[in-house]
Protein backbone atom coordinates (compact mmCIF):
# COMPACT_ATOMS: atom_id res chain seq x y z
CA UNK A 1 0.00 0.00 0.00
CA UNK A 2 1.41 3.73 -0.61
CA UNK A 3 1.43 6.07 2.07
CA UNK A 4 -1.88 7.54 1.85
CA UNK A 5 -3.85 4.55 1.55
CA UNK A 6 -1.84 2.67 4.32
CA UNK A 7 -2.28 5.84 6.59
CA UNK A 8 -6.33 5.74 5.96
CA UNK A 9 -6.54 1.71 6.91
CA UNK A 10 -4.18 2.57 9.69
CA UNK A 11 -5.92 5.36 11.02
CA UNK A 12 -9.41 3.75 12.00
CA UNK A 13 -10.09 2.86 15.27
CA UNK A 14 -10.24 -1.17 14.84
CA UNK A 15 -7.15 -1.32 13.23
CA UNK A 16 -5.86 1.21 16.29
CA UNK A 17 -7.72 -1.09 18.82
CA UNK A 18 -6.01 -4.02 17.57
CA UNK A 19 -2.65 -2.65 17.53
CA UNK A 20 -2.29 -1.64 21.55
CA UNK A 21 -1.84 -5.51 21.92
CA UNK A 22 0.69 -6.17 19.54
CA UNK A 23 4.48 -5.72 19.61
CA UNK A 24 6.63 -2.50 19.59
CA UNK A 25 7.56 -2.68 16.30
CA UNK A 26 3.85 -3.47 14.88
CA UNK A 27 2.93 -0.30 16.83
CA UNK A 28 5.15 1.41 15.74
CA UNK A 29 4.54 1.08 12.27
CA UNK A 30 0.71 1.69 12.30
CA UNK A 31 2.07 4.80 14.25
CA UNK A 32 4.00 5.79 11.26
CA UNK A 33 1.49 5.24 8.63
CA UNK A 34 -0.94 7.62 10.85
CA UNK A 35 0.91 10.11 10.45
CA UNK A 36 1.29 10.10 6.99
CA UNK A 37 -2.65 9.84 6.20
CA UNK A 38 -4.58 12.08 4.20
CA UNK A 39 -7.78 11.80 6.71
CA UNK A 40 -9.43 14.83 6.88
CA UNK A 41 -12.32 14.16 8.37
CA UNK A 42 -12.99 12.94 12.30
CA UNK A 43 -11.42 10.91 14.22
CA UNK A 44 -12.92 9.58 17.76
CA UNK A 45 -11.19 8.45 20.27
CA UNK A 46 -13.03 6.68 22.98
CA UNK A 47 -11.33 5.61 25.40
CA UNK A 48 -14.05 4.21 28.12
CA UNK A 49 -14.46 0.99 26.11
CA UNK A 50 -12.81 -1.31 23.94
CA UNK A 51 -9.11 -0.12 24.50
CA UNK A 52 -5.77 -1.78 26.51
CA UNK A 53 -3.95 0.90 26.17
CA UNK A 54 -1.06 2.58 28.41
CA UNK A 55 -0.53 6.20 28.55
CA UNK A 56 2.75 5.93 27.07
CA UNK A 57 1.14 4.35 24.28
CA UNK A 58 -1.85 7.21 23.90
CA UNK A 59 0.70 9.67 24.52
CA UNK A 60 2.04 8.10 21.28
CA UNK A 61 -0.58 8.15 19.22
CA UNK A 62 -1.98 11.97 19.77
CA UNK A 63 1.98 12.30 18.75
CA UNK A 64 1.32 10.87 15.15
CA UNK A 65 -2.01 12.10 14.42
CA UNK A 66 -2.21 13.46 10.59
CA UNK A 67 -2.11 17.39 10.19
CA UNK A 68 -5.12 17.25 7.80
CA UNK A 69 -8.03 16.24 10.41
CA UNK A 70 -10.89 18.49 10.74
CA UNK A 71 -12.43 17.13 13.68
CA UNK A 72 -11.36 15.33 16.89
CA UNK A 73 -13.33 14.48 19.93
CA UNK A 74 -12.07 12.59 23.01
CA UNK A 75 -14.12 10.73 25.55
CA UNK A 76 -12.86 9.18 28.60
CA UNK A 77 -9.62 9.36 28.25
CA UNK A 78 -7.82 8.62 31.91
CA UNK A 79 -4.31 9.25 30.71
CA UNK A 80 -3.35 12.83 32.76
CA UNK A 81 -1.14 15.50 31.70
CA UNK A 82 1.28 13.84 29.44
CA UNK A 83 -1.56 12.91 27.12
CA UNK A 84 -3.39 16.63 27.25
CA UNK A 85 0.40 18.17 26.93
CA UNK A 86 0.47 15.84 23.86
CA UNK A 87 -2.95 16.60 22.23
CA UNK A 88 -2.08 20.55 23.02
CA UNK A 89 1.16 20.19 21.04
CA UNK A 90 -0.20 18.74 18.34
CA UNK A 91 -2.85 21.37 18.27
CA UNK A 92 -0.67 24.33 17.96
CA UNK A 93 2.58 22.82 16.26
CA UNK A 94 1.05 19.91 13.85
CA UNK A 95 -2.62 20.46 12.78
CA UNK A 96 -3.33 22.53 9.28
CA UNK A 97 -7.28 22.56 9.09
CA UNK A 98 -8.07 21.62 12.84
CA UNK A 99 -11.83 22.61 12.32
CA UNK A 100 -13.61 21.55 15.40
CA UNK A 101 -12.41 20.17 18.89
CA UNK A 102 -14.58 17.76 21.51
CA UNK A 103 -13.55 16.84 24.91
CA UNK A 104 -15.62 14.36 26.90
CA UNK A 105 -15.61 13.67 30.31
CA UNK A 106 -12.15 14.04 30.37
CA UNK A 107 -10.13 15.11 33.25
CA UNK A 108 -6.08 16.34 33.45
CA UNK A 109 -6.43 15.24 37.20
CA UNK A 110 -3.25 14.42 39.70
CA UNK A 111 0.14 15.15 39.78
CA UNK A 112 -0.62 18.58 41.83
CA UNK A 113 -3.44 21.69 42.13
CA UNK A 114 -2.68 23.47 39.11
CA UNK A 115 -2.10 20.82 36.65
CA UNK A 116 -6.27 21.25 34.96
CA UNK A 117 -6.11 24.71 35.14
CA UNK A 118 -2.48 25.05 33.62
CA UNK A 119 -3.55 22.60 30.58
CA UNK A 120 -6.61 24.50 30.17
CA UNK A 121 -4.26 27.84 29.53
CA UNK A 122 -2.18 26.11 26.99
CA UNK A 123 -5.27 24.94 25.46
CA UNK A 124 -6.73 28.15 24.92
CA UNK A 125 -3.33 29.39 23.63
CA UNK A 126 -3.19 26.66 21.18
CA UNK A 127 -6.77 27.12 19.43
CA UNK A 128 -6.43 31.14 19.79
CA UNK A 129 -3.62 30.53 17.44
CA UNK A 130 -5.69 28.33 14.75
CA UNK A 131 -7.65 30.67 12.48
CA UNK A 132 -9.73 27.46 11.35
CA UNK A 133 -11.54 26.74 15.03
CA UNK A 134 -15.11 26.45 14.17
CA UNK A 135 -16.53 24.72 17.10
CA UNK A 136 -15.46 23.57 20.55
CA UNK A 137 -17.49 21.20 23.24
CA UNK A 138 -15.45 21.52 26.51
CA UNK A 139 -17.87 18.84 28.28
CA UNK A 140 -17.59 17.30 31.99
CA UNK A 141 -13.78 18.62 32.00
CA UNK A 142 -11.03 20.05 34.30
CA UNK A 143 -10.30 22.41 30.98
CA UNK A 144 -11.80 25.81 31.65
CA UNK A 145 -13.44 27.21 35.33
CA UNK A 146 -12.84 29.60 37.72
CA UNK A 147 -9.11 29.53 37.65
CA UNK A 148 -8.12 29.77 34.35
CA UNK A 149 -11.53 32.07 32.68
CA UNK A 150 -9.38 34.98 32.23
CA UNK A 151 -6.85 33.17 29.68
CA UNK A 152 -9.96 31.65 28.04
CA UNK A 153 -11.82 35.34 27.31
CA UNK A 154 -8.44 36.42 25.83
CA UNK A 155 -8.64 33.50 23.64
CA UNK A 156 -12.20 33.51 22.49
CA UNK A 157 -11.25 37.41 21.71
CA UNK A 158 -9.49 36.02 19.05
CA UNK A 159 -10.93 33.21 18.18
CA UNK A 160 -12.84 34.87 14.89
CA UNK A 161 -14.00 31.76 12.81
CA UNK A 162 -15.50 29.73 16.58
CA UNK A 163 -19.29 29.64 15.73
CA UNK A 164 -20.07 26.73 18.13
CA UNK A 165 -18.98 27.00 22.01
CA UNK A 166 -20.64 24.61 24.66
CA UNK A 167 -19.20 24.47 27.30
CA UNK A 168 -20.95 22.09 30.48
CA UNK A 169 -19.19 21.87 33.93
CA UNK A 170 -19.68 19.58 36.77
CA UNK A 171 -20.99 20.90 39.40
CA UNK A 172 -23.70 18.50 38.87
CA UNK A 173 -21.51 15.52 40.71
CA UNK A 174 -20.38 17.37 43.90
CA UNK A 175 -23.63 15.75 45.65
CA UNK A 176 -22.19 12.57 44.64
CA UNK A 177 -18.09 13.14 45.43
CA UNK A 178 -17.30 10.95 48.31
CA UNK A 179 -14.81 13.30 50.31
CA UNK A 180 -13.54 10.38 52.49
CA UNK A 181 -10.79 9.58 49.18
CA UNK A 182 -9.77 13.04 49.78
CA UNK A 183 -6.19 13.10 49.02
CA UNK A 184 -4.51 15.60 51.08
CA UNK A 185 -1.23 15.68 48.92
CA UNK A 186 -2.68 16.55 45.66
CA UNK A 187 -6.01 18.16 47.26
CA UNK A 188 -8.04 15.70 44.92
CA UNK A 189 -11.08 13.37 44.88
CA UNK A 190 -11.96 10.55 42.91
CA UNK A 191 -14.37 11.24 40.76
CA UNK A 192 -18.06 10.68 41.48
CA UNK A 193 -19.58 7.02 39.89
CA UNK A 194 -16.35 6.47 37.16
CA UNK A 195 -13.24 5.23 39.20
CA UNK A 196 -11.51 4.78 36.10
CA UNK A 197 -11.21 8.71 35.42
CA UNK A 198 -8.68 11.17 36.47
CA UNK A 199 -8.97 12.57 40.15
CA UNK A 200 -9.85 15.96 40.23
CA UNK A 201 -8.87 19.17 42.02
CA UNK A 202 -11.54 19.54 45.28
CA UNK A 203 -11.28 22.76 47.21
CA UNK A 204 -13.90 24.15 49.99
CA UNK A 205 -16.65 21.76 48.20
CA UNK A 206 -16.60 22.70 44.83
CA UNK A 207 -14.41 21.48 41.92
CA UNK A 208 -12.89 25.18 41.18
CA UNK A 209 -11.16 23.76 37.36
CA UNK A 210 -14.51 22.67 36.64
CA UNK A 211 -17.00 25.40 37.37
CA UNK A 212 -17.71 28.98 37.11
CA UNK A 213 -19.74 31.32 39.15
CA UNK A 214 -22.01 33.85 37.27
CA UNK A 215 -19.64 36.61 37.00
CA UNK A 216 -17.46 34.37 35.03
CA UNK A 217 -19.73 32.68 32.85
CA UNK A 218 -20.43 36.89 31.78
CA UNK A 219 -16.82 37.39 31.24
CA UNK A 220 -16.84 34.39 28.76
CA UNK A 221 -20.13 35.18 26.92
CA UNK A 222 -18.98 38.70 26.69
CA UNK A 223 -15.31 37.48 24.94
CA UNK A 224 -17.71 34.96 22.60
CA UNK A 225 -20.39 36.93 21.64
Known sequence: MNDAVQGAFASSIAVLQSACGKGNN????????????????????????????????AVEM???????????RITYA??????????IDWIEKKSTNLKSLVIDCT???GRNVDDGRDAGIRLSKALAGKNTIKKIDLLYTDLMGSRNVDE???AFHKMTSLKELVCIGMGGVIKNVDESNFDKKTSTVEYP???????IYWNNKTFPDA???????EKLKKSYI
Not at 62 to 72: A, K, Q, R, T
Request: proline share 4%; aromatic share 10%; hydrophobic share 40%.
Open 193 to 199: DYKTRQR
Open 26 to 57: EWQRILIAISKSIKKDEILFHFGCSWKLSAKR
Open 78 to 87: PFGSRFMDAL
Open 152 to 154: WSK
Open 211 to 217: MMNEEDV
Open 62 to 72: INHLPPLIESV
Open 107 to 109: CVG
